[in-house]
Nanobody, 122 residues
Framework: VQLQASGGGLVQTGGSLRLSCVVS????????MAWFRQPPGKVREFIAA????????RYSRSLKDRFTISRDNAKNTAYLQMNSLKSDDSAVYFC????????????????WGQGTLVTVSS
């Protein structure tokens, strides 16, 4: 399976972005999906995860009010909608997929995209 993240870029404080993650060489319905991010000089952190059918989601407590994860299995694509962006949101954002579809609590993901850079300017 290959994951391709896109949609990052430069945005002003308070703005919005929607990131996309296209899954190829495999059906999206085989995977739970998640988004992580890694700010400069910091460790990678969990943002959100979504079940195969999209009915169950899990979020980082600090981001749940501004970020929304979703998926369109017909398009083999997962999304991350980010609103009210702050400078602290500047990071490389990664999408991830895993065949262990029975839990969203496990943060171990087998497949990772290359990351897309989000820069929030004040």
């Amino acid at each position: 399976v290959q994951l391709q993240a896109s949609g990052g870029g430069l945005v002003q404080t308070g703005g919005s972005l929607r990131l996309s993650c296209v899954v190829s060489e495999g059906a999206l319905t085989n995977y739970r999906m998640a988004w992580f991010r890694q700010p400069p000089g910091k460790v990678r952190e969990f943002i959100a995860a979504i079940s195969v059918d999209g009915t169950t989601t899990r979020y980082s407590r600090s981001l749940k009010d501004r970020f929304t994860i979703s998926r369109d299995n017909a398009k083999n694509t997962a999304y991350l909608q980010m609103n009210s962006l702050k400078s602290d949101d500047s990071a490389v954002y990664f999408c991830a997929a895993d065949e262990n579809v029975h839990t969203l609590v496990n943060y171990d993901y087998a497949h990772w995209g290359q990351g897309t850079l989000v820069t929030v300017s004040s």
